[in-house]
């Protein structure tokens, strides 16, 4: 069992920057695919970024591609999204989510793992 807790999130303006982060609890965080997904009010969950076991792949979607960074931390159990250059459609409820194999169908979600409870994200123009 794997227990994920998001923080970091908050209000900033539009060009500034946050970095979430998702702390992990339970046994073999090292083996499982990470990765982010948000929600903003009234519209679907969307994938936002992924990361293989060992930080050797990463996928990103367009939307965030040049603006966010994902990276993982083992040693801590972590996983960190740095979002730079946010903007308004930025604004989101932001999900860590684990799975125990990479591949680029983590961004449909299929076949996740463990699901945080998730950190507002508000960008204010």
């Known amino acids: 069992q794997v227990q994920l807790v998001e923080s970091g999130g908050g209000l900033v303006q539009a060009g500034g920057s946050l970095r979430l982060s998702c702390a992990a609890s339970g046994h073999s965080f090292s083996y499982y695919a990470m990765g982010w997904f948000r929600q903003a009010p009234g519209k679907e969950r969307e994938f936002v970024a992924v990361?293989?076991?060992?930080?050797?792949?990463?996928y990103y979607a367009d939307s965030v591609k040049g603006r966010f960074t994902i990276s993982r931390d083992n040693a801590k159990n972590t996983v960190y999204l740095q979002m730079n250059s946010l903007e308004p459609e930025d604004t989101a409820v932001y999900y860590c989510?684990?799975?125990?194999?990479?591949?680029?169908?983590?961004?449909?979600?299929?076949?996740?793992?463990?699901w945080g409870k998730g950190t507002l994200v508000t960008v204010s123009s």
């Open positions: 990361i293989s076991w060992n930080s050797g792949d990463t």
């Open positions: 989510a684990a799975r125990t194999y990479y591949s680029n169908s983590f961004s449909r979600a299929d076949g996740i793992d463990y």
